[in-house]
């Protein structure tokens, strides 16, 4: 099973690409993941996708389909993926489509989570993650047993440099401009499906299982 996550920054594509990884067994790939681990340990590829990042911008397309068409050609994921945060522009799609269509295969799903601008500030501003597990929480929704510390593995959370207000408006507009033209495109290609995000987390999962089946 393929899977693409699309929404918003801010949406929960994370949160439930955990839960589907876990449920379904196959590997969760956040691009977000992979660019954060690049930037904590100074590779070239961190330091390079860092400016745009912390500006709120998209990393170019040059520095992240190849990242990813590599990443699911891997053992791992021959039973399907779960992609979080992959594809953000119409030509990584393509790009995407075209590397699978070689191999006859295709993308099963692409979940959309619908949540209103208005929200997205706030829960980008009570987001806190686990730089260890890379386990995510919200200060009010989904809070930890213990203030500021990870209930998985007891390291201190953080808030990310770019879920500042600033750059979260600047991030929601890239979304508007660059990313919003995927639900089209997958639409078109009659995979779609379009879930409301404002439920609570568990309600979320629960029609997303519903669509993907048990
Ligand atoms: P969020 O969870 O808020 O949607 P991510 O963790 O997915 O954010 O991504 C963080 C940042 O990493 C993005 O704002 C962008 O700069 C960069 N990034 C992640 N995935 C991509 C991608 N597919 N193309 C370009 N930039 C990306
Ligand atoms: P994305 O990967 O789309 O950027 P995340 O999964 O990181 O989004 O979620 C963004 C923030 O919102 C996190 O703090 C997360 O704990 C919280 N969150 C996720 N799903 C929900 C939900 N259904 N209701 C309320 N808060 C949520
Ligand atoms: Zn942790």
Redesign the pocket.
């Known amino acids: 099973m393929k899977i693409i996550m699309l929404g918003a920054?801010?949406a929960g594509?994370?949160t439930q690409a955990k839960q589907i990884a876990d449920k379904y067994n196959i590997p969760h790939i956040?691009?977000?993941?992979i660019?954060?681990a690049n930037m904590k340990a100074g590779t070239e590829l961190g330091k390079k996708?860092k400016g745009?990042?912390d500006h709120?911008?998209?990393?170019?397309?040059e520095l992240?389909v190849d990242l990813?068409i590599d990443r699911v050609a891997e053992n791992d994921c021959l039973n399907g993926y779960v992609l979080?945060?992959?594809?953000?522009?119409i030509p990584?799609a393509e790009c995407l489509d075209q590397a699978l269509s070689l191999k006859g295969e295709k993308i099963d799903y692409a979940i959309n989570i619908e949540v209103p601008d208005e929200d997205i500030v706030n829960r980008?501003s009570g987001r806190r993650a686990c730089p260890s597990c890379g386990a995510t929480y919200h200060i009010v929704h989904i809070p930890t047993k213990v203030e500021g510390v990870c209930n998985r593995c007891g390291s201190k959370l953080v808030l990310r440099d770019?879920d500042k207000p600033e750059t979260v408006k600047r991030?929601l507009d890239?979304y508007h401009k660059q990313t919003k033209p995927l639900i089209d495109y997958y639409e078109n290609k009659k995979v779609l499906m379009v879930v409301d995000g404002t439920q609570d987390m568990e309600r979320v999962f629960n029609t997303i299982v519903k669509i993907l089946g048990a």
Do not use: E, N
Request: hydrophobic fraction near 30%.
């Open positions: 920054p801010g594509k994370g956040s691009t977000g993941d660019f954060r996708a745009y990042i709120g911008l998209l990393v170019p397309d992240t990813v979080d945060g992959f594809p953000r522009t990584q980008m770019d991030r890239v």
